[in-house]
């Protein structure tokens, strides 16, 4: 039986398509800026801070955001031995829907919020954006948020935040409007 299934094939229909070294070269210089970014933050940033990731997207197979995948949250996670990351929550879920009511706040109210909840900074991935975030970045400095840190290749931006030193559940922070899922 096995040779007749090998009369039409051979090992090379077997093997995934070849990956051009270049393409290898840019995906290594991707890996080695997150691995940059990400120790940079963990200098910054005292261990289990939690860091708030814009724009919000759904876990597992959520959809993708302009220029970003769905799944580019996790490059970070990839690198980070003391950081914790909104993204990951489970998609669907009530308890999440505080993420996307925070999302859709203006700058300065989303980054107090945020330090009322414990978050200290956001992460951005800027190709999300359509001004690269350019906006969010001019108006945090504008309300004394003025460490930025930016990743190697531009993807990703950071600006700390000022936790609360008791954070708040974020549904007493941002509150479901009433008789909306998630209350």
Do not use: C, N
């Not at 963990?42 to 939690?50: Q, R, T």
């Not at 504008?142 to 559940?169: N, W």
């Amino acid at each position: 039986r096995g040779r007749a299934w090998a009369r039409g094939h051979t090992l090379a229909d077997q093997l995934p398509p070849r990956t051009p070294p270049q393409a290898i070269r840019e995906r290594g210089a991707v890996l080695a800026s997150d691995a940059v970014f990400t120790r940079s933050l963990e200098a910054a940033l005292p261990a289990g801070a939690m860091l708030f990731q814009l724009p919000v997207v759904d876990f597992p197979e959520g959809q993708p955001v302009r220029g970003s995948s769905d799944y580019e949250h996790l490059r970070l996670y990839l690198h980070s031995k003391q950081l914790r990351f909104s993204y990951g929550s489970d998609k669907g879920r009530p308890r999440e829907a505080w993420q996307r009511r925070v999302e859709e706040l203006e700058a300065e109210p989303m980054a107090d919020a945020l330090e009322r909840m414990g978050f200290a900074g956001l992460v951005v991935i800027r190709k999300a954006y359509e001004d690269e975030a350019q906006e969010l970045r001019a108006r945090l400095p504008a309300t004394g948020r003025h460490e930025a840190i930016e990743s190697p290749d531009r993807d990703f931006v950071f600006v700390r935040l000022r936790p609360a030193a008791s954070p708040a559940p974020p549904d007493d922070v941002v509150p479901a409007a009433p008789g909306s899922e998630g209350s």
